[in-house]
């Protein structure tokens, strides 16, 4: 009866301490021999796209931001009151110098001259008249004067009235653009009273400012290139016309003036312009693609492609690795950074899959993968 107690115990034990052994190697032996294995093991190379940083001649630029102006517009007004009569232009309409616009009632002023008119031709029958009797020493020398007079008075009244008839008739000054009509027929149109805005658009001004250490860069005639967000993908040529006489006291910049051509009209006053001033020779910088850089506030960086064993003195030869580097970035200009430091002619740099790897990351090379080039305007 003991035997069976002892063999029934020892089996129990030995039991239990089979199932203990196999509860050990599967919840704490095998995961942690797995856990070692799998983090010991080298992780696979992540796949990037690089470019070769290369030198480039850049043109020297000052850039600006500014607004177009017409070169002349003015409120067509009438220099004197009336009806409006007749309306000979439509809004938006090009004009030439001399066209008529408007044309205002002159009903009153045309019967006035009418009866000065036939005024003057009376007396000057009277005048006659009394110089033939003056003649035969019957009329007296001074009511001629006085007839003489009154002629000359009604020929000054006639020319009033001719002028003041003039001036209803409104004409455009010059060649130029019309704005919106602000007008209709049968209303009154006070003297002064805007009747339409003309503006003279080609050329067209593009006034911007630059700084004070730009200013000295800046002279007459220099060529310039404007953009517009009314036309993204054009370019529009022009050149230095004339800079601001005083520095503006609120924001320490000058105003400059630029005239670019503007034969379709397809720039409006009121516009923002983009301006780059090209000014010097042409210069010979080191710059990469604009994705290859990382803009942060704790310093631009790129990430350049070295050979692996420069950061793990165990790595194969033919493997690749990551190095993050830190640079002073310069001019932003179609798609391409200027490197002031950091970088040399020949350096790869990371253009495409930063999101995936750090410093000391092992890579391959795959340009398939590149980015499209970015469409930036040239900033500094």
Do not use: C
Request: glycine share 8%.
């Amino acid at each position: 009866m003991i035997r069976r107690i002892f063999y029934f115990l020892l089996v129990t034990v030995l039991l239990g301490g089979l199932a203990g052994g196999i509860a050990w190697y599967a919840f704490d032996f095998k995961p942690k021999f797995l856990a070692e294995v799998i983090l010991g093991s080298p992780l696979p190379p992540e796949t990037v796209s690089a470019e070769a940083v290369r030198t480039e001649n850049w043109q020297p630029q000052v850039a600006g931001i500014g607004t177009l102006t017409a070169v002349d517009g003015i409120d067509i007004t009438p220099q004197v009151g009336g009806v409006v009569k007749e309306i000979k232009f439509d809004s938006g309409q090009d004009v030439k110098k001399g066209e008529l616009l408007v044309v205002l009632d002159t009903d009153t002023e045309v019967a006035d001259m009418h009866s000065l008119e036939a005024q003057l031709a009376n007396a000057e029958t009277e005048l006659k008249r009394k110089e033939t009797l003056a003649a035969k020493g019957i009329s007296p020398r001074a009511e001629l004067d006085g007839l003489r007079t009154q002629i000359q008075t009604l020929n000054a009244g006639i020319e009033r009235l001719k002028a003041l008839i003039a001036q209803k008739s409104i004409y455009a000054p010059w060649d130029g653009r019309l704005g919106l009509r602000e007008i209709s027929l049968g209303s009154y149109l006070a003297a002064g009273q805007k009747t339409v805005w003309l503006q003279k658009i080609n050329p067209i001004y593009a006034d911007f400012t630059v700084t004070e250490a730009d200013y000295g860069r800046i002279s007459k005639g220099l060529p310039v290139t404007a953009r517009f967000n009314a036309w993204p993908n054009e370019t529009f040529k022009g050149e230095i016309e004339i800079a601001d006489s005083r520095t503006s006291g609120e924001s320490r910049m000058i105003t400059v003036r630029a005239k670019i051509a503007n034969p379709e009209g397809r720039l409006l006053p009121g516009m923002y312009a983009n301006v780059l001033v090209d000014e010097g020779k042409p210069e010979q910088v080191v710059a990469v693609p604009q994705t290859a850089v990382t803009f942060s506030l704790y310093g631009d960086n790129v990430f350049v492609v070295v050979a692996a064993s420069k950061v793990d003195p165990k790595a194969k030869a033919e493997e690749l690795a990551i190095e993050r580097r830190f640079i002073k970035a310069g001019q932003v200009r179609d798609g391409r950074v200027q490197i002031v430091s950091g970088l040399k002619p020949g350096d790869q740099v990371v253009t495409a899959g930063q999101n995936k790897i750090d410093q000391g990351s092992k890579v391959v090379i795959n340009n398939s993968i590149a980015l499209k080039a970015q469409d930036s305007a040239t900033i500094q």
